[in-house]
């Protein structure tokens, strides 16, 4: 059965289970890519957007490993998993970094009763005087090969990883750890484990990012087209975001004088310049204009009040879905990741 | 299933690793032709070869090699143990003397050569995996063991025709004073060794260091806990206890005790901000590497300054005797070059350290050669007393950048082909006896024809080509000149053996 699939279907991994599952339908479904899964049950379902797409529900780490080994060619998953599992030489192409919803930092907390432990620098002085006494520090984390070399970029060389799976907030209470390495959102579960953050302790910033095979996208237009396509949306919309589309009805007959005063006052002027469009009575009759303009939305309230200070007295404000530039600046560095011209 | 494998059945290429590199013929010659070559200078000297696990415990690279050594490990947990690829020769040489040779007598001297792995990033001259070939003295102090190991590198370059190269001639002992004389702590101690390297280099220097050390000590100038700096010790232990005491201490803790992280405190506000200290330390290194330059100028320029700075003038003097010794060895002058303030990237070095560079034909300069006198590290490694020792490492990949040494293939006289399964048995029975006159003879294992054999054995340049031919018990040989094209035939193997001594030897006689 699998054989006439992979000519035609491209697969994506999305996260099922945990904390990156319900944003990232979220979000897919903000930038009109909705997930239909018929049956929650199901480990597959399809992007009615993209027929050729064949969704996958994975686990984030599975994700991360699936696009590594080419088994899928394109996932989202947290952008922690990937730079922990990231080495050189591996055909990972991370497409979109930040794709705004699933944020989190990976941190170093010692317990909060460690007075003489505030910094990294105070870590090191500690690592090497235990050192010296035979007593290496252990770190536990799920993070080994990011924790291990900002350690090292900090020049703390003497300690020991203790890879642990669950519970790690728990590790310096029950004795198997020293401090920890771990994620965090609020810092409300270090709090409660009575642990504290190192002032310069933060490893990572981490937010759920979109990553693709290369060597898969490489021998398959198909799953370019996909990438290509999904990217677009994804950064129209992360365009969109910030902006409105405002529309003002104003009592005036007279475009270019209209357009004149519109110039004058930056903040209604939209991103190339207002578009207007007369309003007719029944007699054919211009008896009004609408100012159609785009603008920063934490700009509203003075693009509100310049409006009627030009005397309109209706406002229209609507979300802007997709704001599509020449060409989607991700599809570019993907195109050049991929050795094509762009 | 659909979830997984539909991709799996690629025929997917399986590729080598970055910064690790397969070696064909002939360039795989050249390799074997310099640790033969080295070898011999060695042996000639008493030293006798040994070899070491490729894998070791991460310790015993950490315990003395040095902090700067651990992030270019290839380290792994195995089975719950901490374990490494060997990065260099010498902690595990040192580890075996520790185990197997501390009742030998002494001095012992011993040279190994094999890969090494480190985890740096590629480039021109540099690899992940390399090929080192050392050396080392162990049991025997003072200038003239250092002469010796100087002078064996020198003999191991010239014996690959390695011209033009420069001796660059330290001591360690000297910053090591530096150190001690400022009082900096065991962490300031390690920035400012690990660092002397890129001091020395012309792409980083001071400005580089200087990053360094504001990314590692951010909170320069301002005290973290400025209130209790001043407060009287034991005024401060009763604040800090009772303070801790209230806290629900084990869950707040974690490991540590009340007075472990009180004493921790304390020590703390008593230590002097270390910032200025390492600066001192890398301004006076800074100064010393000025004065570099050639034995004549650099040694009274140098006691100038260790007087002035009132640090011991005896490193100095160990140097002058070690150049005194090499240069009555006839070591050409302009070979050395003298630098008090430079430092090699491994820490356990306690005197005398060397680094040797060459160019090679494109004109970039490489470290074919280093190492260094290391009294501590037999007795860091647990031996039962403390053994002064030193020794050297050649980069051989490096070193036959720089050299003459040519890459030649063992050439194939002949090809021998059996004529169909019946003249099998005659044909490897024939090249096993061309074998015994000395002959390099390859076996036609393909099948095929008398004409295609030839054409083969023309384009890898053997000279000729043998048929075999049986007819019963009867075997029969014809013989083609790849050369002249002149063929003969002779009856038997007896007869084609008489035949190719009388024209081979034959020839040379």
Known sequence: MNAPERTTSVRLALPSKGQLEAPTFAFLERCGLPVSKTNPRQYVARMPAFPEVEVLFQRPADIFAKVRDGDVALGITGYDVVAEGQSDGDDILLLLERLGYGGCDLVLAVPEGWLDVNTIGDLADLALEWWDAGRPLRVATKYPNLVRDFLYRKDVHHFTLVEAAGAIEAAPAIGYAHLIADITATGTTLRENRLKQLEDGTILHSEACLIANRALLQQDAGAVHVAEGILEVIEAHQRGRGFRLVLANIDSKDPAALTRRLHARPAVRGLRGPSIIPIYDADGEVVALTVNVVVPQNNLAEVVREFRALGSTDVIVSPVDYIFGGAAEAVERLRRALGKAG | ?509
């Open chain 2, 1 to 509: 299933m659909l979830v997984s494998g539909s991709f799996n059945d690629r025929n997917k290429r399986v590729e080598r690793l970055r910064g690790m590199d397969d070696v064909l013929p002939p360039a795989s010659y050249p390799l074997r032709e310099a640790a033969a070559r080295l070898s011999d200078a060695v042996e000639g000297r008493g030293y006798r070869l040994v070899d070491v696990p490729l894998f070791e415990y991460t310790e015993l690279f950490l315990r003395k090699a040095g902090e700067a050594l651990a992030p270019r490990l290839y380290a792994f947990s195995h089975h719950g143990r901490d374990i490494c690829a060997r990065p260099e020769f010498t902690a595990s040489v040192g580890r075996l003397y520790v185990e197997q040779l501390q009742d030998a007598p002494l001095p012992q001297r011993l040279y190994y050569h094999g890969p090494v792995l480190r985890y740096e990033k590629p480039g021109r001259g540099r690899r992940r995996q390399f090929t080192q070939f050392g050396l080392e003295l162990i049991g025997a102090a003072g200038p003239l063991a250092d002469a010796e190991i100087i002078l064996t590198a020198c003999e191991g370059l010239e014996a690959l025709g390695v011209r033009d190269y420069r001796i660059v001639l330290g001591h360690i002992g000297t910053t090591l004073d530096l150190l001690e004389h400022l009082k900096l702590d065991r962490r300031a101690r390690s920035f400012v060794l690990g660092n002397l390297e890129n001091l020395g280099r012309p792409d980083r220097g001071m400005a580089y260091v200087e990053r360094r050390l504001a990314e590692l000590y951010p909170s320069q100038g301002q005290s973290t806990t400025p209130v209790a700096a001043g407060v009287q010790s034991e005024e401060a232990r009763e604040v800090l206890m009772a303070l801790l005491g209230r806290l629900n201490a084990d869950m707040a803790l974690g490991s540590r005790s009340v007075e472990e992280v009180v004493e921790g405190v304390l020590n703390q506000l008593a230590r002097p901000d270390p910032v200025p200290l390492i600066r001192r330390a890398l301004e006076l290194a800074q100064e010393l590497q000025r004065l570099s330059g050639p034995p004549d100028e650099a040694f009274p320029a140098a006691a100038g300054l260790l007087e002035k700075y009132h640090l011991r003038q005896e490193p100095l003097h160990e140097l002058e005797q070690l150049v005194h010794i090499l240069r009555g060895a006839g070591l050409p002058k302009d070979a050395l070059h003298v630098d008090l303030g430079f430092g090699r990237g491994l820490y356990y070095y306690t005197g005398m350290i060397f680094e040797i560079y060459a160019d090679d034909g494109d004109g970039t300069t490489h470290q074919l050669c280093g190492g260094g006198r290391y009294d501590d590290l037999i007795a860091a490694l647990g031996g039962r007393r403390r053994t002064p020792a030193c020794g050297l490492a050649f980069g051989l990949e490096r070193l036959l950048a720089c050299s003459e040494l040519e890459g030649e293939e063992p050439g194939v006289d002949i090809l021998i082909s059996p004529e169909g399964a019946p003249a099998m048995a005659a044909a490897l029975d024939a090249s096993r006896r061309l074998r015994a006159l000395g002959l390099a003879v390859e076996l036609e294992v393909r099948g095929r024809s008398a004409h295609t054999s030839r054409a083969y054995a023309a384009r890898r340049g053997m000279r000729w080509c043998v048929r075999a031919h049986c007819e019963g018990e009867e075997c029969g040989f014809q013989i083609v000149d790849s050369v002249s094209g002149l063929e003969e035939h002779v009856a038997g193997s007896e007869e084609l053996v008489g035949w190719m001594r009388r024209h081979t030897r034959g020839d040379a006689e």
